[in-house]
């Protein structure tokens, strides 16, 4: 007979299950330390032979990452999302970036979708918290905060659609966005008329995910990012249009 004798599970089994559980949903992010081992073993009810075993696992499976001193954090899983020769060519090749944000266009906006059919009122609710934080980055003009939380509100959103294979390739795709290996986002959020624009586009998007609307929700997204491709666009024409400004200049000087 194919049957086998029930045997309870080990608890330190329970606790690698937990913590896979929150890093695959992107609950526990790559870099974030865990709490202390006494206080771990408290909120898991758990004895700390148990966790220390499970942590011991974790860690020999890649997942958690021990610094002497420093305790335990999430290992930086999306490091090898791209090889590095491959990052290089991103930020050397104009076109990566304009692909980049077409891929971007694609994904967010069915993330956007999805979120709005199938988000949580408390994922709603991140969502607005962050935009808010976006309104008052604003008025205080830093470009550094603003696109900092850009990304955050873009992920939120990625988050609040509950697929976790998008998740975290969007995640690795916006690591590459923050250290600027596409381009330098700051830039964006240091003129005036384009700041004001971009946040009007992230509070229609959080409007029409408050309002549960799945095509307006869409529609929003991939109004902002072609927003986003034409600055751009703009930017490096500009860029290429002050060369031949300064060579004229210099010529005139020589005249």
Same mark, same amino acid.
């Given at each position: 007979?194919?049957?086998?004798?029930?045997?309870?599970?080990?608890?330190?089994?329970?606790?690698?299950?937990?913590?896979?559980?929150?890093?695959?949903?992107?609950?526990?992010?790559?870099?974030?330390?865990?709490?202390?081992?006494?206080?771990?073993?408290?909120?898991?009810?758990?004895?700390?032979?148990?966790?220390?075993?499970?942590?011991?696992?974790?860690?020999?499976?890649?997942?958690?990452?021990?610094?002497?001193?420093?305790?335990?954090?999430?290992?930086?899983?999306?490091?090898?999302?791209?090889?590095?020769?491959?990052?290089?060519?991103?930020?050397?090749?104009?076109?990566?970036?304009?692909?980049?944000?077409?891929?971007?266009?694609?994904?967010?906006?069915?993330?956007?979708?999805?979120?709005?059919? *199938?988000?949580?009122?408390?994922?709603?609710?991140?969502?607005?918290?962050?935009? %808010?934080?976006? /309104?008052?980055?604003? +008025? @205080? =003009?830093?470009?550094?905060?603003?696109?900092?939380?850009?990304?955050?509100?873009?992920?939120?959103?990625?988050?609040?659609?509950?697929?976790?294979?998008?998740?975290?390739?969007?995640?690795?795709?916006?690591?590459?966005?923050?250290?600027?290996?596409?381009?330098?986002?700051?830039?964006?959020?240091?003129?005036?008329?384009?700041?004001?624009?971009?946040?009007?586009?992230?509070?229609?998007?959080?409007?029409?995910?408050?309002?549960?609307?799945?095509?307006?929700?869409?529609?929003?997204?991939?109004?902002? *990012?072609?927003?986003?491709?034409?600055?751009?666009?703009?930017?490096?024409?500009? %860029?290429?249009? /002050?060369?031949?400004? +300064? @060579? =004229?200049?210099?010529?005139?000087?020589?005249?």
């Amino acid at each position: 007979m194919p049957f086998e004798p029930v045997s309870q599970e080990k608890l330190s089994h329970g606790v690698v299950r937990q913590i896979e559980g929150l890093i695959l949903r992107g609950i526990l992010r790559p870099g974030e330390r865990l709490p202390s081992e006494r206080e771990l073993s408290e909120r898991m009810s758990v004895s700390r032979p148990s966790l220390r075993e499970a942590l011991s696992e974790l860690q020999e499976r890649g997942l958690l990452a021990s610094k002497a001193g420093a305790g335990v954090y999430v290992a930086d899983v999306l490091g090898s999302a791209f090889a590095p020769a491959l990052v290089t060519l991103f930020s050397t090749h104009d076109e990566a970036v304009f692909d980049y944000i077409s891929f971007r266009r694609d994904m967010e906006g069915l993330a956007a979708e999805r979120a709005a059919r *199938l988000a949580s009122d408390t994922d709603l609710q991140v969502i607005n918290a962050i935009f %808010e934080k976006m /309104e008052a980055a604003h +008025q @205080k =003009r830093n470009p550094a905060d603003e696109a900092h939380l850009d990304a955050d509100f873009h992920l939120s959103i990625i988050e609040a659609s509950h697929n976790i294979i998008m998740l975290h390739m969007m995640r690795s795709m916006y690591e590459l966005l923050r250290e600027g290996v596409f381009y330098n986002r700051t830039i964006m959020f240091k003129q005036r008329m384009t700041r004001d624009a971009l946040l009007e586009h992230h509070r229609i998007i959080n409007t029409a995910l408050q309002n549960r609307d799945p095509a307006g929700a869409r529609k929003a997204v991939e109004t902002h *990012l072609n927003f986003v491709e034409a600055s751009l666009s703009d930017h490096q024409k500009s %860029e290429r249009n /002050e060369v031949f400004a +300064q @060579k =004229r200049l210099e010529h005139e000087g020589w005249r």
